[in-house]
């Protein structure tokens, strides 16, 4: 599996932005797909998650109420819907999958991902 973020760009606080990951390999039913950003001067923290398969999302209490994670099978792409952005969502977004996902509780921590996409920059102008 191979991850491609794109989507990133410059918008204005209160806009909304649509990032997407795309796999070149077959994602497969067990394996969490998340979204997590990074900063300038900040470490890698969890933003969004989602089973491949189906059920309920996680989310970042920073960003829940504004931030959708969401999948198209047809298109093996994972998306995060940003609305209402702020500034302090300016980050670089990097999406990941745990090929090892139990079903559980959601990893949180960037080390239980194996795969990364490049980063894609969101920056919020205020």
């Known amino acids: 599996v191979q991850l491609q973020a794109s989507g990133g760009g410059l918008v204005q606080a209160g806009g909304s932005l649509r990032l997407a990951c795309w796999s070149s390999g077959r994602i497969f039913s067990h394996y969490a797909m998340a979204w997590f950003r990074q900063a300038p001067g900040k470490e890698r923290e969890f933003v969004a998650a989602?089973?491949?398969?189906?059920?309920?999302?996680y989310y970042a209490d920073s960003v829940k109420g504004r931030f959708t994670i969401s999948r198209d099978y047809a298109k093996n792409t994972v998306y995060l819907q940003m609305n209402s952005l702020k500034p302090e969502d300016t980050a670089v977004y990097y999406c990941a999958a745990d090929t090892n996902y139990s079903g559980a509780l959601y990893p949180l921590r960037e080390r239980e991902y194996e795969v990364w996409g490049q980063g894609t920059q969101v920056t919020v102008s205020s």
């Open positions: 989602i089973r491949w398969s189906g059920g309920s999302a």
